[in-house]
């Protein structure tokens, strides 16, 4: 118990540098108070705000290969950045 801010800063950090589905996970179970301590879910709700930048063209790919289309034919507007 002891160790747990710490491991839990450490899992966050973990997870932050697995790019954006795994965020996504991250982000999903830090509301989840039924399986997580407290410090554990303190340290993944940083994951909704300060989420580390990646490639637009690394999202693109991500919906491309999750959704099967094209970014363009799902979203009218699109900014390269």
Do not use: C, H, W
């Amino acid at each position: 118990p002891q160790n747990r801010p710490k491991r839990a800063r450490e899992l966050q950090e973990l997870i932050s540098g697995y790019g954006p589905a795994v965020i996504k996970a991250g982000q999903a179970l830090a509301s989840r108070s039924d399986l997580l301590p407290p410090e554990y879910l303190v340290e993944l709700q940083k994951l909704q705000d300060d989420v580390p930048p990646f490639p637009t063209a690394q999202a693109m790919d991500v919906v491309r290969k999750e959704l099967g289309v094209e970014p363009d034919y799902l979203f009218r507007d699109m900014s390269p950045e």
